[in-house]
T-cell receptor, first 116, second 115 residues
Framework: DAGVIQSPRHEVTEMGQEVTLRCKPI?????LFWYRQTMMRGLELLIY????????DSGMPEDRFSAKMPNASFSTLKIQPSEPRDSAVYFC??????????????FGPGTRLTVL | AQSVTQPDIHITVSEGASLELRCNYS??????LFWYVQSPGQGLQLLLK??????LVQGIKGFEAEFKRSQSSFNLRKPSVHWSDAAEYFC?????????????FGTGTKLQVIP
C-alpha cells in the first residue's frame, strides 16, 4: 500500500499568498482528516470528512481556511490569504469507518508550511 | 469533552533500560485509546490501540500498554529501549456520542535514548 500521500512536503510562501495542500487517502478508506501541528498547540483536528462529506469542521480556524473533498481519492486544504501564524505542519489522515465506535487513522508524512 | 494528559514533556533513558510513558485521560465512559509514535520529519505511526477486552495491549516494535480504568490511565511500556526508539510519542483518546467519535491527542512525550 502506498499509504496516505501528501503534497507538497514543504511549502514556503509569503504572507497574503494562497496556499493549497493536497492529500490522497489510502484506497478504500472512507474517512479523511486534516490536522495541524504546532509547538504551541500540539496536534489539532481541523476538519473531518466521511464519504466525501464534511462532518466536523469545528476546528477550522477561520474563514481563510477551506477544505474540499471532490472524490474519495483526493482532498485539498486551502489557506487564502496566508499569514505567518499559519506556519505549521499539516497532516492528512485517513481511515475506514464502519459505523459505531471509532477506527484507526493512518497519517501521511505531512506538509511543512512556512509563511514569511 | 474528553481530554488527554501526558505529564512528561521529555524523557531520557539509557539504551537497554526499561521505559514507561504516562498517559491519563478524562472521559465518563470507557474510551478508545491509542499510542502513536512520530519520528522527526515523519507522520504519526500507530503503535497500539485499546478498544475493549484484555486491558494489556501488545503493539509493534515491542511496545505494550495497560488500560487501568480505576486510574484513568493508559501507560506505554517497553522492557528494553533501543536507540531507534528515540522519537515523540502521542497518546490519543476517541470518545463521544453518536456515530462519530473525535480523536483527541495529548501534547506528546519526546524520548531521548542515550548510549
Amino acid at each position: 500500500d502506498a499509504g496516505v500521500i501528501q503534497s507538497p512536503r514543504h511549502e514556503v510562501t509569503e504572507m497574503g499568498q494562497e496556499v493549497t495542500l493536497r492529500c490522497k487517502p489510502i484506497s478504500g478508506h472512507n474517512s479523511l482528516f486534516w490536522y495541524r501541528q504546532t509547538m504551541m498547540r500540539g496536534l489539532e483536528l481541523l476538519i473531518y470528512f466521511n464519504n466525501n462529506v464534511p462532518i466536523d469542521d469545528s476546528g477550522m480556524p477561520e474563514d481563510r481556511f477551506s477544505a474540499k473533498m471532490p472524490n474519495a481519492s483526493f482532498s485539498t486544504l486551502k489557506i487564502q490569504p496566508s499569514e505567518p501564524r499559519d506556519s505549521a505542519v499539516y497532516f492528512c489522515a485517513s481511515s475506514f469507518y464502519s459505523g459505531g465506535g471509532t477506527d484507526t487513522q493512518y497519517f501521511g508524512p505531512g506538509t511543512r508550511l512556512t509563511v514569511l | 469533552a474528553q481530554s488527554v494528559t501526558q505529564p512528561d514533556i521529555h524523557i531520557t533513558v539509557s539504551e537497554g533500560a526499561s521505559l514507561e510513558l504516562r498517559c491519563n485521560y478524562s472521559y465518563g465512559a470507557t474510551p478508545y485509546l491509542f499510542w502513536y509514535v512520530q519520528s522527526p520529519g515523519q507522520g504519526l505511526q500507530l503503535l497500539l490501540k485499546y478498544f475493549s477486552g484484555d486491558t494489556l495491549v501488545q503493539g509493534i516494535k515491542g511496545f505494550e500498554a495497560e488500560f487501568k480504568r480505576s486510574q484513568s490511565s493508559f501507560n506505554l511500556r517497553k522492557p528494553s529501549v533501543h536507540w531507534s526508539d528515540a522519537a515523540e510519542y502521542f497518546c490519543a483518546v476517541a470518545a463521544g456520542s453518536g456515530g462519530y467519535q473525535k480523536v483527541t491527542f495529548g501534547t506528546g512525550t519526546k524520548l531521548q535514548v542515550i548510549p
